[in-house]
């Protein structure tokens, strides 16, 4: 059972950045494909980013392009989400995931089996 701890959320002004950490409990993790989603109180749960096992494909949503990267480290089995030039709409919680599917949709969250707990990001305007 992998276990993915996310932090780095908080209060920020439209404008500026944060950058979202996701730990991995298990070695394993570098064989996963790892997603971003997140989730306001009045819309269903949405995609915002993910990568492949190996780092070197990336896919992100159309609202968060040019604007958000993510990337990992899979020697830290840490999976980083760096959000810029954010917006008072990037409010929302934030969940990290992992799937060991080989045939992973990216953009699907039904395709990722284990879950973070959230970390809240607030950007004010």
């Known amino acids: 059972q992998v276990q993915l701890v996310e932090s780095g959320g908080g209060l920020v002004q439209a404008g500026g950045s944060l950058r979202l950490s996701c730990a991995a409990s298990?070695?394993?993790?570098?064989?996963?494909?790892l997603g971003w989603f997140r989730q306001t109180p009045w819309k269903v749960r949405e995609f915002v980013s993910a990568?492949?096992?190996?780092?070197?494909?990336?896919y992100h949503a159309d609202s968060v392009k040019g604007r958000f990267t993510i990337s990992r480290d899979n020697a830290k089995n840490t999976v980083y989400l760096q959000m810029n030039s954010l917006k008072p709409e990037d409010t929302a919680v934030y969940y990290c995931?992992?799937?060991?599917?080989?045939?992973?949709?990216?953009?699907?969250?039904?395709?990722?089996?284990?879950w973070g707990q959230g970390t809240q990001v607030t950007v004010s305007s």
């Open positions: 995931a992992a799937s060991n599917s080989p045939f992973v949709n990216y953009y699907s969250e039904t395709s990722y089996v284990y």
């Open positions: 298990e070695r394993t993790f570098m064989r996963y494909a």
């Open positions: 990568i492949d096992w190996t780092g070197g494909n990336t």
